[in-house]
Nanobody
Framework: QVQFVESGGGLVQPGGSLRLSCVMS????????MGWYRQPPGKQREFVGS???????NYGDSVKGRFSISRDNAKKTVYLQMNSLKPEDTAVYYC?????????????WGQGTQVTVSS
C-alpha cells in the first residue's frame, strides 16, 4: 500500500522560503510521476506541480518561477522548494502520485504539512 508523509511546513514571512519533503512508502517510487497539491483554508485542493520519474517538471500558473520540484529516487522522496512566498500560498501541502495532466491518482492522502505565510 502506497503511503505519503509530508514534512517541512511552518510559519514564514512574505518573501521567505521553505522546502517541503514527501516520503513515499510502498510501490516503485522511481516510476511514478509525483505531484504536489495544496488546500488553502476554505478552498478545494489544487495542483501545484509535478515531476516525472526522469525529472521533467511542470507547474501551476500561480507558482511558476517561484516554486521548484525535485526528487531523490534512492530516498523515495520528492521535494518542493518554495521561494518568494506570498500570503496566498498559505495552505496545507500534500503529495501524491499524479497522471500526465496533474490529477492525483491515489485516493489515500498523507496528513499534509501546513504552510503559513504571514508577517
Amino acid at each position: 500500500q502506497v503511503q505519503f508523509v509530508e514534512s517541512g511546513g511552518g510559519l514564514v514571512q512574505p518573501g521567505g522560503s521553505l522546502r517541503l519533503s514527501c516520503v513515499m512508502s510502498g510501490g516503485i517510487f522511481s516510476i511514478y510521476r509525483m505531484g504536489w497539491y495544496r488546500q488553502p483554508p476554505g478552498k478545494q485542493r489544487e495542483f501545484v506541480g509535478s515531476i516525472t520519474g526522469s525529472g521533467a517538471t511542470n507547474y501551476g500558473d500561480s507558482v511558476k518561477g517561484r516554486f521548484s520540484i525535485s526528487r531523490d529516487n534512492a530516498k523515495k522522496t520528492v521535494y518542493l522548494q518554495m521561494n518568494s512566498l506570498k500570503p496566498e500560498d498559505t495552505a496545507v501541502y500534500y503529495c501524491n502520485t499524479a497522471d500526465t495532466v496533474g490529477t492525483p491518482v491515489r485516493s489515500s492522502w498523507g496528513q499534509g504539512t501546513q504552510v503559513t505565510v504571514s508577517s
